[in-house]
């Protein structure tokens, strides 16, 4: 099977960049329109099973525990996620949304978000690349105090996840077949990317609709 009964885009970008912001945003304007969506956050499902077991107090320690216990757990998100959302998206003409990243810095070295086997399960359609200056993430890492990204909060290492970024989207795109677009979070203009946004994601249940 290449694909879900329901479409599936996967959102990605450096953390800080806005990601989830912009989603929620243009999940409001879809709801608006009368398009269901489901939003999973990877990173929720990770927190979740990793917390449970007392391991982590914060989503931000994840990405410092040993790779393979990351590696397990990254697994059965993916497919907790799938599960999650074929029910609630059964027989609706929804899009599951998913909040992740395509790398991960961790002690060990960069690790991919969507190695093969994750993109096996999740079947994206699309893959959207949010971006902004490293100057633009930098200050919104620093202004937003819910999070603790210091591992992040260096201009070079942003600079160099955003080019392997782009690498690692077409990657991903190779394997799966998924399109791939960026959309520019700028500066106070969240609102504005998350109607580009919305409207690549409702593309994708047109295109469904028109497929059945
Ligand atoms: P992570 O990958 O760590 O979850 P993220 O990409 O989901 O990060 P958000 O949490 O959405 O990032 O945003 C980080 C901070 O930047 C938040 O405080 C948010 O309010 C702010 N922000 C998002 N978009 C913009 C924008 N266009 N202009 C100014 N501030 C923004
Ligand atoms: P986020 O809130 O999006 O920054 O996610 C919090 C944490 O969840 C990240 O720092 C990672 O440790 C983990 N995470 C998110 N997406 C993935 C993924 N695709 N694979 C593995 N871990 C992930
Ligand atoms: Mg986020």
């Known amino acids: 099977m290449l694909r879900h009964p329901f479409p599936v885009a996967i959102v990605v970008g ?38 449970l077991v007392g391991v982590v107090r914060s989503r931000d320690e994840i990405r410092g525990l040993p790779i393979r216990i990351q590696v397990e757990n990254q697994a059965e998100a993916a497919r907790m996620m799938i599960r999650s959302a074929s029910e609630e998206l059964q027989g609706s003409k929804g899009l599951l949304i998913v909040d992740t990243h395509l790398l991960i810095r961790t002690p060990s070295g960069y690790w991919p978000g969507l190695p093969l086997h994750v993109a096996q399960e999740l079947k994206p359609d699309a893959i959207i690349l949010i971006e902004a200056s490293p100057e633009e993430i930098l200050s919104r890492q620093a202004r937003d105090k819910t999070r603790v990204r210091k591992d992040y909060a260096d201009p070079a290492i942003i600079e160099e996840m955003m080019r392997m970024n782009r690498i690692e989207a077409l990657v991903v795109a190779s394997f799966t077949g998924a399109t791939v677009n960026i959309v520019y979070n700028r500066e106070g203009e969240a609102e504005k990317a998350a109607r580009e946004l919305a409207s690549i994601l409702e593309n994708l249940i047109i295109e469904k609709m028109h497929h059945i």
């Open 14 to 51: 450096v953390p800080g960049v806005g990601k989830s912001t912009v989603v929620d945003l243009s999940v409001k304007i879809l709801s608006g329109r009368g398009l269901r969506t489901v939003v999973l956050n990877y990173g929720d499902y990770m927190f979740k099973r990793l917390s």
